[in-house]
């Protein structure tokens, strides 16, 4: 029975993709710089200058891959080699096309990343008097913050569902389908998700790989 969140029967009783391989307290290392100058020009005239920085590394162990609903590993179609017999069986006698199948990825192991933010800003002013009833100020600020992710053992989808769409060709070797007649993507070798560490290194390699994610943000404006 699959629902929404979670998944009734099966194997792997008691073990929760969303929290096992969490860390307590992921490392982080934080670094922090600042100084502020400031000149008398005249009597009456008064230069300021600050400088800051920060910089943020941190990593992460993200959740196990967990499917419940196909949405990654699409459907199993009938006549895919690793579904067991006696499942096959059933469906060969009751014209099932194809099931969806819930799995939790425990053996493909969990995502992790690496992320640095780094901030920079810097303000520049000059102020001042004229008389003793009026005064004047004009400063110019300059911010940026920049931002990079890159994560590791992440599931690539599009190859996760050619892996998972095997067939047999007519040299009775396992394929992926999109190479059963016509070699399309040499990299592509068929996964076996029934039952835990079924399938290859290379076709862990197929279906997981790197991502990455980049934010900058700059912002200059001035004031008087």
């Known amino acids: 029975l699959v629902g929404s969140l979670y998944m009734i029967g099966g194997e792997g009783a008691y073990r929760n993709p ?7 307290q992921p490392p982080v290392r934080r670094y922090v710089g600042y100084t502020s100058l400031e000149a008398e020009l005249t009597d009456t005239i008064t ?3 600050d400088l800051s920085y920060g910089r943020v590394e941190g990593h992460v162990i993200a959740n196990v891959f967990r ?5 990654l590993m699409g459907t199993i179609k009938s006549g895919n080699p690793f579904i067991p017999a006696s499942v096959q069986a059933i469906m060969s ?10 799995r939790d990825g425990f053996d493909l192991g969990p995502a992790e990343a690496d ?3 780094e901030t920079y800003r810097a303000v520049a002013s000059v102020k001042g008097s004229l008389g003793s009833r009026w005064k004047w100020d004009i400063s110019y600020e300059y911010g940026r913050t920049k931002f990079r992710q890159d994560g590791y053992n992440t599931v690539n989808v599009a190859h996760m569902r050619n892996a998972v769409d095997a067939v047999t060709n007519a040299a009775g070797q396992v394929v992926c389908r999109i190479n059963q007649v016509t070699v399309t993507d040499p990299a592509c070798a068929p996964i076996n998700l029934f039952g835990e560490n079924r399938f290859s290194q290379a076709a862990k390699n197929y279906v997981m790989g790197t991502s990455f994610q980049t934010t900058d943000n700059e912002i200059g404006r001035a004031h008087v």
Not at 67 to 71: A, I, K, L, V
């Open 115 to 117: 992320s640095v933010t």
């Open 47 to 49: 230069a300021n200058v």
């Open 93 to 102: 006698a009751n014209n099932i096309s194809g099931f969806v199948f819930g």
């Open 67 to 71: 499917d419940y609903n196909g949405s």
């Open 18 to 24: 969303y929290v096992e391989p969490f860390l307590l």
